[in-house]
């Protein structure tokens, strides 16, 4: 759970942590993910979650970059799935085939517009028209899949207020969702007032925070930015004058980014989500700075 708890009692406790990818477009960018996988696998991730495009090929990647993790690794997938263009049918057809595979676990978003980002939301018209249909109709069909749905410290940039982003979250959990995870947030009492306006609605799955570590600032503000995520001046201000010194912006990214997870582990978080954008190096050396270490560590000490 994501609720303070005792001193004493967390200090035994190492965080669970799940890891995110995206599907590789190119050859390259697939080595590069399984160098990531591979690098990060020893950390014991509760489980590994790929996302979910627009456009047919891009979801065949997903449903083949799960397939590879499940047959070369022991690490459990969790399936990105949108309700966007695509009629109930084949979706359905979708989480028929990765039950078949063995995946117990799905991501069940609504997705964004299909024309991005700002512009007006449809679905197809014989799809899921919500996310929570979306919910229902897998639980309903696989009981034993997980669902994991999404939560917005600073709510969706669609919705009206917090209250209306609470009752979509509070239907998703009515459909069967057991856990959410948070879009990209940088400020911590974001988070914490989230989290008290979601139990006031007596919400109690688990809401874990997603942690971006930010590889190339301008990129993943501009990214963050159009998803409703707000970077703070002082979090720019440490970034400012790094443009061309991507090393010392691996250093800063890192620094914040652990300043970030130790903060919330310390008022008592102890599961956290990490956008890995597919790479290894910054989300290894938070999750030491978490104490956590490879399963082979942990079994020689
Ligand atoms: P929901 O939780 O269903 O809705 C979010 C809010 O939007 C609601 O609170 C509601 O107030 C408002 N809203 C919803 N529908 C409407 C409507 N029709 N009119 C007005 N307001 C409305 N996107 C992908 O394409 N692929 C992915 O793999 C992916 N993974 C994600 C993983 C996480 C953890 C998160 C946080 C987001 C992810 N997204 C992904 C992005 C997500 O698809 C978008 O944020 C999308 O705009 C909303 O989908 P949702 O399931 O979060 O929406």
Redesign the pocket.
């Known amino acids: 759970m994501n609720e303070p708890t005792p001193a004493a009692s967390r200090a035994a406790k190492q965080p669970a942590i799940s890891f995110e990818f995206f599907p590789p477009k190119t050859e390259e960018m697939e080595k590069s993910l399984w160098e990531t996988i591979n690098r990060l696998a020893p950390l014991t991730p509760s489980f590994v979650s790929v996302?979910?495009?627009?456009g047919g090929s891009t979801r065949e990647r997903t449903h083949s970059t799960i397939a590879r993790i499940l047959k070369e690794t022991e690490l459990l997938p969790a399936a990105?799935l949108?309700c966007?263009g695509a009629a109930r049918g084949e979706i359905d057809d979708i989480v028929a085939r990765y039950h078949e595979i063995g995946v117990r676990h799905i991501?069940a978003?609504?997705?964004?517009p299909p024309g991005g980002?700002g512009t007006p939301?449809f679905t197809h018209p014989d799809g899921y028209q919500?996310?929570?249909e979306l919910v229902a109709a897998i639980k309903k069909r696989f009981p034993d899949v997980e669902v994991s749905?999404?939560?917005?410290p600073e709510k969706?940039p669609?919705?009206?207020s917090f209250d209306?982003?609470i009752?979509?979250?509070r239907a998703?959990v009515d459909a069967g969702a057991t856990r959410a995870?948070?879009?990209v947030f940088f400020d911590n009492d974001l988070y914490f007032r989230f989290l008290d306006r979601v139990r006031a609605r007596g919400i109690e799955i688990p809401i874990v925070p997603?942690i971006m570590p930010m590889h190339n600032f301008k990129q993943a503000r501009a990214f963050v930015t159009r998803?409703g995520t707000t970077v703070p001046e002082w979090l720019a201000e440490k970034f400012n004058g790094l443009d061309d010194d991507a090393e010392t912006r691996k250093l800063v990214a890192a620094t914040v980014a652990a300043g970030q997870v130790q903060k919330l582990n310390k008022h008592g978080v102890d599961t956290f989500?990490f956008y890995t954008m597919n790479r290894a190096d910054l989300v290894f050396a938070i999750c030491h700075l978490l104490g956590i270490r490879p399963a082979s560590v942990q079994k020689a000490a």
């Open positions: 996302t979910y495009g627009a990105h949108t966007v991501v978003l609504r997705g964004d980002i939301f919500t996310s929570s749905v999404s939560a917005y969706h669609e919705s009206p209306a982003d009752d979509t979250l998703k995870i948070t879009q997603g998803a989500h």
